[in-house]
């Protein structure tokens, strides 16, 4: 027996209309493979994380062990996201967003509590990044985009 599996075949890309679509175009390619794999990490880590505090049998216990799981990913992570620009930080955002099928916003607010959650949104909005930003590849163009270049990666076509 043999399993192959699914690929998922788009249109040809039209011509790009000016030289500053294709620039987007070739940055979202650049984006997606730098930013992708982190996605998908921070999703398996919310799952992991959230099966495992509801183990804890107290609130106390789950907030302790949420602390420390926080300290542990800012300091696993804290140097490979200080590398990260601009454009890449609003595509991780994005990318949370399509694996989670939440805000970055919404998942900090329901494992950190809404102050915290407002906080860090108001830190990345200093630097030009919103948490709450959507992801709708049915009716945004960019998304849409987004979503192309994300599923041509995962099945090694780009």
């Not at 998922?8 to 790009?16: A, G, R, S």
């Not at 495992?52 to 302790?64: A, G, L, M, S, V």
């Not at 805000?103 to 900090?108: D, E, K, Q, T, V």
């Not at 599923?151 to 090694?156: A, N, R, S, V």
Request: net charge positive; aromatic share 12%; proline share 4%.
């Amino acid at each position: 027996m043999l399993v192959l599996s699914d690929v998922t075949v788009f249109p040809p890309m039209k011509k790009f209309k000016n030289k500053k679509e294709e620039e987007f175009y070739w940055k979202t390619v650049r984006d997606v493979r730098k930013t992708l794999p982190y996605a998908k990490l921070i999703c398996e880590t919310l799952i992991e994380t959230y099966e495992y505090i509801e183990t804890f049998p107290t609130q106390k216990e789950r907030e302790d062990h949420l602390k420390k799981m926080e300290s542990a990913v800012f300091e696993q992570y804290k140097p490979v996201l200080k590398k990260f620009t601009k454009s890449q930080a609003q595509m991780l955002i994005k990318l949370i967003n399509r694996e989670t099928n939440q805000s970055s916003y919404n998942i900090l607010k329901a494992f950190l509590g809404s102050f915290r959650a407002g906080f860090w949104q108001t830190f990345g909005r200093v630097f030009g990044v919103n948490l709450r930003t959507s992801y709708k590849p049915d009716k945004d163009r960019k998304d849409a985009i987004i979503e192309r270049v994300a599923t041509l990666i995962e099945q090694g076509q780009l």
